[in-house]
């Protein structure tokens, strides 16, 4: 395995959907690999996971860059909103 960067975080009182439905999401780990199933050759892949819950209580994301810059934009957006709201 080729990570480049890994970033991992606690992300307490927050939920993901996954198979089985809704569960609490524990931590998030975010890096830049190879992905699994996108079809670039890198990409920036966020897990978000329950480890306490087995291997099901897992949500995988794989994006591009272009995808990836996007996203943080609008989070960047969504949160001062929501900061001033």
């Known amino acids: ?4 960067s890994t970033e991992k975080l ?5 939920s993901g959907k996954g198979a089985d439905g809704w ?9 830049y690999d190879h992905p699994v199933h996108a079809p670039d050759d890198h990409t920036v892949n ?12 897992r949500v995988a ?11 943080i934009e609008a989070l ?5 909103r929501a900061a001033h709201h």
């Open 1 to 4: 395995m080729c990570t480049y």
């Open 10 to 14: 606690d992300v307490e009182r927050s």
């Open 23 to 31: 569960f609490p999401l524990r931590t998030a780990t975010v890096y």
């Open 46 to 57: 966020i897990d978000f996971l329950n480890p306490e819950r087995g291997p099901g209580a």
């Open 61 to 71: 994301v794989e994006l591009s860059l272009d995808s990836a810059k996007a996203l």
């Open 76 to 80: 960047q957006v969504t949160v001062e």
